[in-house]
């Protein structure tokens, strides 16, 4: 089973402006909604709070301990923030059903090093930076791993299609999709041009001097 991280949370009454003094005093407003539960309002300690999103992200286990001794497990949907403190503002949790598949995006994280960059011949550009999948709650995990290390000639690519996750993994992200692939590095042009652009300048300017000191000799 996927880990589960414990929050403690309980219920919470305040509501509307009063949710100000909610935060002053070191509380952080929650949501907890879901397809076979009422939307409920909650609150949390806001550092408790702050280490377990840092531990579980929007795609880990969380389990609820509300004190009613139910088995409440979630993960994270919206977290909201100030605008210019970035403290949390107010977090959307989803109860989900450890029997029921879900659909949910799992962050892609590249490993390695392929020999074209090493040479300094080829650049490696990262794809998509997360893949859809459908799977049950037990089976989540925390990020897919793709080592690009295999990446050895130039224009080699990793696409959705040669992702290996198992039985028990669906992938909804459609197979075409680019993970990762290396270009050349392209060489510097050198302008050559700009120049003899300059010379011309000075050929035109010199012999339109010529032609006017020739006018004003005639002059005379």
Excluded: C
């Amino acid at each position: 089973m996927a880990e589960e991280i414990l929050l403690s949370v309980k219920p919470r009454q305040v509501i509307g402006k009063q949710v100000r003094a909610l935060r002053r005093e070191g509380w952080i407003p929650l949501s907890v909604y879901g397809a076979h539960v009422e939307t409920r309002s909650m609150q949390a300690e806001e550092r408790t709070l702050r280490n377990v999103l840092n531990k579980a992200g929007t795609n880990r286990l969380i389990r609820l301990d509300t004190g009613d001794g139910g088995q409440h497990v979630v993960i994270t949907r919206e977290i909201q923030r100030e605008p210019i403190s970035g403290k949390f503002w107010h977090v959307d949790f989803m109860e989900i059903s450890l029997t029921e598949k879900m659909d949910i995006d799992i962050p892609v994280v590249l490993q390695g090093v392929p020999p074209p960059t090493k040479s300094g011949e080829g650049l490696l550009i990262h794809g998509l930076e997360q893949v859809t999948v459908r799977l049950l709650p037990t089976d989540l995990i925390p990020e897919i791993v793709v080592d690009v290390s295999g990446l050895v000639s130039l224009n080699d690519t990793i696409k959705v299609s040669d992702l290996k996750l198992g039985d028990k993994i669906e992938i909804l992200t459609s197979p075409d999709e680019m993970l990762a692939k290396i270009i050349p590095v392209k060489e510097e042009v050198v302008e050559t041009e700009a120049p003899a652009a300059t010379a011309e300048v000075e050929v035109v300017g010199k012999a339109k001097k010529e032609e006017q000191a020739e006018e004003e000799e005639a002059k005379k």
